[in-house]
């Protein structure tokens, strides 16, 4: 079956709120909604189908829209590549010209169903932040890293990983159910670098593989949520086959943990993501300063280790 490319916006609010579209009678699945958006036409690009698609149904006028992930979908009548932008700057007022209604949500508190069966990772994937704490007790000392991870918590942060397989087993079994315990008390989710029994065992949220673990896996773990960290192409093949949540890529930059390694810089990034269908995090001597140059080479946000728990003011 032919693949029919399309332009689809996740419209945000500052609120983290974006808006949905519900199909009309006369079309295929009538009544279920949709992210906005349309086909790509002949000479096209998906940016540009995304622009021309948003001001013919909804009268706006795009002023900021950046990749985001690309997902592919069979359905009965089409085979469709859906390329999601997100949107988060636009002049003028909302006025729809195709759907039956127009409703703001949240991806954790969704009030209307039916979706359209490709947007379900969609919605897993707009529960994520755009940033990722990881930890490094092991060289600042477990107590300064609980007391950079609470301040950090209290500061917004809501998705951390534990990266602690360099502490004695007791210390780094000891260290992880704290901070566990920690992080769900402030409603953040946490992942164990690398051992899903000890995620398994402290009630975490799920595990962050290493890519060595990653291309030695036949199938997912069964845990809420799995990352893994990727450096190739063939890693990131690897994640989305096996269905991941999301993953890391990096380095970008050289970093003071891998000063062997010289970054990939952003062009080959933006190149090694584009069409992918899963969240990326970059990762690699960045810091909140670079988010907007991430996510607009089409990353979900950036992974930090240092840059996390100064940012908490704790560390210096």
């Given at each position: 079956?032919?693949i029919?490319?399309?332009?689809?916006a996740?419209?945000?609010?500052?609120?983290?709120?974006?808006?949905?579209?519900?199909?009309?009678?006369?079309?295929?699945?009538?009544?279920?909604?949709?992210?906005p958006?349309?086909k790509v036409e002949?000479?096209?690009t998906?940016?540009?189908?995304?622009i021309?698609?948003?001001?013919?149904?909804l009268?706006?006028?795009?002023?900021?829209?950046t990749?985001?992930?690309?997902?592919?979908?069979?359905?009965?009548?089409a085979?469709?590549?859906?390329?999601?932008?997100r949107?988060?700057?636009w002049?003028?007022?909302?006025?729809?010209?195709v759907?039956?209604?127009?409703?703001?949500?949240?991806?954790?508190?969704?009030?209307?169903?039916p979706?359209?069966?490709?947007?379900?990772p969609?919605?897993?994937?707009?529960?994520?932040?755009?940033?990722?704490?990881?930890?490094?007790?092991?060289q600042?000392?477990?107590?300064?890293?609980?007391a950079?991870l609470a301040?950090?918590l209290r500061?917004?942060l809501?998705?951390?990983?534990?990266?602690?397989?360099?502490?004695?087993e007791a210390?780094r079994?000891a260290?992880?159910a704290?901070?566990?315990?920690?992080?769900?008390?402030?409603?953040?989710?946490?992942?164990?670098?690398?051992?899903?029994?000890?995620?398994?065992?402290t009630?975490?949220?799920?595990?962050?593989?290493?890519?060595?673990?990653?291309?030695?896996?036949?199938?997912?773990?069964?845990?809420?949520?799995?990352?893994?960290?990727?450096h190739?192409?063939?890693?990131?093949?690897?994640?989305?086959?096996?269905?991941?949540?999301?993953?890391?890529?990096g380095?970008v930059?050289?970093t003071?943990?891998?000063?062997?390694?010289?970054?990939?810089?952003?062009?080959?990034?933006?190149?090694?993501?584009?069409?992918?269908?899963?969240?990326?995090?970059?990762?690699?001597?960045l810091?909140?300063a670079?988010?907007?140059?991430?996510q607009?080479?089409?990353?979900?946000?950036?992974?930090?280790?240092?840059?996390?728990?100064?940012a908490?003011?704790?560390?210096r």
């Amino acid at each position: 079956m032919k693949i029919t490319d399309v332009a689809a916006a996740v419209i945000l609010r500052e609120d983290g709120s974006f808006l949905l579209g519900q199909r009309a009678a006369d079309t295929f699945y009538p009544g279920y909604w949709e992210f906005p958006g349309g086909k790509v036409e002949a000479g096209e690009t998906p940016h540009s189908a995304l622009i021309r698609e948003l001001h013919e149904e909804l009268e706006i006028e795009v002023l900021q829209a950046t990749p985001w992930i690309v997902r592919e979908h069979v359905y009965e009548h089409a085979h469709v590549r859906l390329h999601f932008f997100r949107v988060t700057r636009w002049r003028g007022e909302l006025r729809d010209h195709v759907h039956a209604a127009l409703v703001w949500q949240h991806a954790d508190a969704l009030a209307v169903t039916p979706m359209l069966p490709a947007n379900a990772p969609v919605l897993a994937a707009l529960r994520l932040p755009a940033q990722y704490g990881i930890t490094h007790a092991w060289q600042i000392g477990v107590d300064a890293q609980l007391a950079a991870l609470a301040a950090a918590l209290r500061g917004g942060l809501r998705l951390v990983q534990l990266r602690e397989t360099a502490l004695p087993e007791a210390q780094r079994n000891a260290f992880v159910a704290a901070a566990v315990s920690l992080c769900h008390d402030n409603s953040a989710r946490v992942l164990v670098n690398g051992d899903v029994a000890l995620a398994i065992a402290t009630q975490a949220d799920g595990v962050h593989l290493t890519a060595r673990q990653l291309m030695a896996l036949q199938a997912r773990p069964a845990l809420p949520l799995v990352a893994a960290s990727c450096h190739n192409r063939e890693e990131l093949a690897q994640a989305a086959g096996l269905g991941l949540d999301f993953v890391v890529l990096g380095p970008v930059q050289p970093t003071a943990s891998h000063p062997e390694q010289s970054g990939m810089g952003w062009s080959a990034f933006r190149d090694l993501i584009a069409r992918f269908p899963l969240p990326v995090y970059a990762i690699g001597g960045l810091t909140g300063a670079d988010l907007a140059t991430a996510q607009g080479c089409g990353a979900h946000g950036i992974a930090a280790i240092r840059a996390t728990w100064q940012a908490s003011g704790v560390l210096r």
